[in-house]
């Protein structure tokens, strides 16, 4: 017996293994863009989620050696891949989320809009095939123009007549995570703790951080609300420019995106207590569409949070009517080309 005592107890080892028990429901999720800056560490994270089940890689090249490499972590999810318009249908069949991060991503100089051009029509093909193939799906926008490629989605769903409002998002997750670290970091708050919600859209000036309604509540001065909404507003920039021609927001793109999906895959599995920000068709202001929180449930957007937009600071109130007219003309430039092209 004494012997016995040094021996080695031997486990199966897993990365976030108290994350891995089993789960009475699991989910299908497809990402279309897989083998991109944002698509490879987004399919690792989603590979980790004990809520899913199968996890299908799409994209227009390179994505074969992209499932491989994932396919080998020993946790659940099934990954499969599906490269080239050929093999997008069978991507898509019975899925229940599908995320969108392809398209190009912007250089040192660029604007969001900038992508307008080339990012358009690829939303606009896959948003199609989206909707002749899992009309039902809640379908997660990371491509930007968001301000845009949202509106263009809907239109697409529209003229294919599977249109649901509450089930199409734009992503602004990310906005979120970078107002919680910087407003962590400059009132030394735990990490853990803090949630800033940021409305309006996801491009410039049109990123308002509401910094009145952070949790915990802080006291910031002028200058601190100033510099902070403008760093939130341009950090995306902050990360092009240390990047430096290669490419943009990936990781902590990825990590947000994660968030959202397992956000709506709780929403799913029943969990009656999920909120998230994100650009969806709203009536919260005269806009057609409107970044705000959002109560998440198995249908999708349950309600819009209104709570947010009363009582805000002079300084949100201006920056809210300033946002309107950018974002406004990017939902009309989005609808437009969809128009255009029928
Ligand atoms: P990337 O260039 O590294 O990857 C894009 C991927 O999309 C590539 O693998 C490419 O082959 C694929 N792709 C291109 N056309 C396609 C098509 N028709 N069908 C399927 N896949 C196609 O770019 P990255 O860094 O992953 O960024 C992707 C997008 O996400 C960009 O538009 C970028 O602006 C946006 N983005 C959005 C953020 C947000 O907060 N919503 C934050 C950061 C980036």
Redesign the pocket.
């Given at each position: 017996s004494l012997q016995a005592s040094f021996v080695p107890k031997i486990r199966p080892k897993q990365v976030f293994a108290n994350q891995l028990q089993p789960r009475a429901s699991t989910f299908k999720v497809a990402v279309?863009?897989?083998?991109?800056?944002?698509?490879q560490p987004l399919g690792l994270l989603i590979k980790m989620s004990p809520l899913v089940s199968a996890l299908h890689l799409?994209?227009?090249?390179?994505?074969k050696g992209v499932a491989a490499d994932l396919s080998h972590c020993n946790t659940p999810a099934k990954v499969l891949d599906f490269t080239g318009q050929s093999e997008?249908a069978n991507c898509l069949k019975g899925v229940d989320v599908v995320v969108i991060?392809?398209?190009?991503?912007?250089k040192p100089g660029m604007t969001?809009d900038d992508?307008f051009n080339i990012?358009a029509g690829?939303v606009k093909?896959?948003v199609e095939a989206v909707a002749d193939n899992c009309p039902d799906a809640f379908i997660h926008?990371?491509?930007?123009?968001?301000n845009s490629t949202v509106p263009i989605a809907a239109e697409v769903l529209k003229q294919k007549g599977v249109y649901n409002p509450k089930k199409l998002f734009?992503?602004?997750?990310?906005?979120v995570v970078r107002a919680n670290a910087f407003v962590a970091q400059r009132k030394n708050l735990k990490l853990i703790d803090v949630d800033v919600p940021v409305i309006g859209g996801?491009a410039g000036i049109t990123i308002l951080p509401l910094l009145s309604k952070a949790r915990p509540s802080a006291t910031f001065t002028e200058e601190e609300v100033e510099k902070l909404t403008l760093r939130i507003q341009n950090a995306?920039t902050e990360v092009v420019e240390a990047k430096a021609g290669s490419?943009?927001?990936?990781l902590s793109?990825a990590y947000?995106?994660a968030r959202f999906v397992e956000s709506s895959l709780r929403a799913l599995d029943g969990d009656g207590d999920v909120y998230e920000c994100s650009f969806v068709e709203s009536e919260l202001t005269e806009l057609p569409f409107f970044a705000s929180r959002v109560k998440i449930g198995k249908k999708g957007v349950e309600a819009v949070v209104s709570a947010d937009l009363q009582g805000l600071t002079d300084y949100e109130a201006k920056a809210l009517e300033a946002l309107k007219p950018e974002l406004k003309a990017s939902i009309e430039k989005g609808v437009a080309f969809v128009h255009k092209q029928a």
């Open positions: 279309l863009g897989a083998a991109g800056g944002i698509g799409y994209d227009i090249a390179n994505v997008l991060p392809a398209g190009v991503p912007r969001r992508l990012n690829i093909t896959l926008i990371i491509s930007n123009p968001v734009g992503v602004t997750t990310l906005d996801h995306g490419g943009s927001a990936t793109m947000a995106a």
